[in-house]
Nanobody
């Protein structure tokens, strides 16, 4: 059974930082492309950042330069370091694992940024 379990969300003031973690089980983690997506209040889910199994990263323009995605294949975990947070970053953040036609999602973790 595949499980993606996010943690690290919470309430932070604008300008602050948070680090999200996503622990994966039930998959060969090192072979999956991992990503973080988010869904703000009244908004569509959007892609935030991805990291390939080879370590290449990509970011949405809205977070480029502020967020960093990384992975530790020895711990089957992907991280999202979020700095210089803004109120518009408030959302539920979801972890995603993708390989070919297979795709799995975590349950999400809430991030709230106060102004």
């Amino acid at each position: 059974q595949v499980q993606l379990v996010e943690s690290g969300g919470g309430l932070v003031q604008a300008g602050g930082s948070l680090r999200l973690s996503c622990a994966a089980s039930g998959i060969i983690f090192s072979t999956y492309r991992m990503g973080w997506h988010r869904q703000g209040p009244g908004k569509q889910r959007e892609l935030v950042a991805t990291i390939t199994n080879g370590g290449s990263t990509d970011y949405s323009d809205s977070v480029k330069g502020r967020f960093t995605i990384s992975r530790d294949n020895t711990k089957n975990t992907v991280y999202l370091q979020m700095n210089s947070l803004k109120p518009e970053d408030t959302a539920v953040y979801y972890c995603n694992a993708q390989k070919s036609t297979r795709q799995y999602w975590g349950q999400g973790t809430q991030v709230t940024v106060s102004s």
